[in-house]
């Protein structure tokens, strides 16, 4: 297995590239430079989606849920909605729960009807529920649950670009 690292981590340099995740037998590749949050919640749906696939759903079920977390730590960098650095974000959660609080940030920016904003709340904390559920539980997660979750984050991201525009 070392040896076979060795071999790729030469493959990448000569080609200018680095491993991001494996997915079961693939290997996926970007280029060398920093990745914006909103990049990483891309990638983190694209490898829910192969790891649906493959049949892993509590591990998809990870991916999807940071994807939705990714994306809201973006928004509150970029929205014109009171913005908050990373940084700042950091230091607001700062031995709190760090999740549930960029959740309230979100919420707190979101436009709408009152019944609208609490449903995309709850299905965010259904999400993250289901993650800490798949990280730390030994309880099986169908595949029609992960479906399920898929369409959810999915749908959580629509409605984030729906209210704050696609930044």
Request: hydrophobic share 35%; proline share 3%.
């Amino acid at each position: 297995m070392r040896k076979m690292c060795v071999n790729i981590r030469k493959k990448c340099k000569k080609m200018h590239k680095k491993i991001i995740f494996f997915c079961v037998h693939e290997i996926f590749f970007v280029p060398l430079r920093r990745k914006t949050m909103k990049q990483k919640a891309v990638n983190n749906l694209e490898a829910a989606k192969c790891l649906i696939l493959k049949h892993l759903p509590t591990e998809s079920v990870h991916c999807l849920y940071y994807a939705v977390f990714q994306y809201m730590m973006y928004l509150l960098k970029h929205t014109d909605r009171n913005p908050l650095t990373y940084e700042k974000q950091k230091e607001l959660t700062q031995g709190k729960d760090s999740h549930l609080l960029t959740l309230q940030e979100i919420k707190n920016r979101m436009n709408g009807k009152p019944s609208v904003i609490k449903n995309f709340y709850d299905t965010v904390v259904e999400l993250k529920n289901a993650r800490v559920t798949a990280d730390y539980s030994t309880d099986p997660i169908s595949e029609d649950d992960t479906l399920d979750y898929q369409k959810k984050a999915e749908g959580i991201i629509s409605k984030l670009k729906q209210n704050f525009g696609n930044l």
